[in-house]
């Protein structure tokens, strides 16, 4: 015999589906909303914020933006703090204190404290949780709790191109070259020269661009295969599947013959 339908249970299913969709929808039109742009500053009067950033809501703390500038097309995540100064409501003068260059992306979590000028070059990519402050406590009377000593500060400066990996921290008075690779969760201090990789706590050049030499020491896997032009989605598709059936392996190199020459004929 056929099993009678519980219809109390298909509703109360059905109801609680409904309110997790409208639940969802609630909180994308939030975050929509309650994102800052150059259009939608919100309740934020920055120095600069230039076309197609975005600062994702919610935002972390925010103060002392009017000393702070965004370029274009940067991309901050949710509870990024960004603040200009010790506290808020500061008059700090004529020049802006922070800088972030056009196409910087802060990762989810990430903290920028600028109490003197912090600079951040054009295209620097943060991951999450990372930490960079031009203020750090003192600690030069013994008796006097560390966190009532006054503390010293330096300016930062983070040059284009650069990666900072996930929980990395940069300490007052760093200056980081151009394309400057930080591990995740090294702390920086001091100058770390162009093209150089850092890592540790504290941070040391573990490889370094030499121009006739190239990286040393020696990169220990292959550079990627950039995708050739006009490549479709649907070819990537077919061979994502071709090389699941192959296990990767192609006319040329394994996992790298394929991925150059196949596109194209793929259907």
């Known amino acids: 015999m056929p099993k009678k339908k519980n219809v109390f249970s298909s509703v109360v299913a059905w109801r609680r589906r409904a309110v997790s969709r409208a639940v969802h929808r609630g909180a994308r039109w939030v975050r929509e909303?309650?994102?800052?742009?150059?259009?939608?500053?919100?309740?934020?009067?920055?120095?600069?914020?230039?076309?197609?950033?975005?600062?994702?809501?919610?935002?972390?703390?925010?103060?002392?933006?009017?000393?702070?500038?965004?370029?274009?097309?940067?991309?901050?995540?949710?509870?990024?703090?960004?603040?200009?100064?010790?506290?808020?409501?500061?008059?700090?003068?004529?020049?802006?204190?922070?800088?972030?260059?056009?196409?910087?992306?802060?990762?989810?979590?990430?903290?920028?404290?600028?109490?003197?000028?912090?600079?951040?070059g054009d295209d620097c990519f943060f991951g999450p949780g990372v930490y960079v402050t031009?203020?750090?406590?003192?600690?030069?009377?013994?008796?006097?709790?560390?966190g009532k000593q006054w503390p010293r500060s330096e300016p930062v400066t983070i040059g284009p191109g650069s990666?900072?990996?996930?929980?990395?921290?940069?300490?007052?008075?760093?200056?980081?070259?151009?394309?400057?690779?930080?591990?995740?969760?090294?702390?920086?201090?001091?100058?770390?020269?162009?093209?150089?990789?850092?890592?540790?706590?504290p941070a040391k050049v573990v490889r370094s661009w030499d121009p006739e030499a190239g990286w040393q020491p020696p990169l220990r896997t292959p550079a990627p295969v950039p995708i050739p032009e006009g490549v479709t989605s649907r070819q990537l598709v077919a061979l994502a599947a071709l090389e699941a059936e192959t296990g990767g392996a192609g006319a040329g190199e394994p996992g790298q013959g394929a991925a150059v020459r196949r596109p194209a004929d793929a259907p």
């Open 163 to 201: 990666w900072i990996g996930t929980g990395a921290v940069i300490l007052p008075g760093a200056r980081l070259g151009r394309n400057v690779v930080v591990a995740a969760g090294a702390v920086v201090r001091g100058e770390v020269p162009d093209h150089s990789v850092v890592a540790g706590a």
């Open 33 to 120: 909303a309650g994102a800052v742009t150059a259009e939608r500053p919100g309740p934020y009067r920055f120095r600069r914020l230039e076309a197609g950033a975005r600062l994702a809501y919610p935002q972390g703390t925010i103060f002392g933006d009017p000393w702070i500038e965004i370029g274009a097309y940067c991309i901050i995540a949710q509870d990024v703090t960004l603040t200009a100064g010790m506290m808020p409501d500061l008059d700090l003068g004529p020049d802006p204190i922070l800088t972030l260059g056009n196409g910087v992306v802060l990762g989810r979590g990430s903290h920028v404290i600028a109490d003197v000028r912090l600079t951040i």
């Open 134 to 146: 031009t203020t750090n406590h003192s600690y030069d009377d013994p008796e006097l709790p560390v």
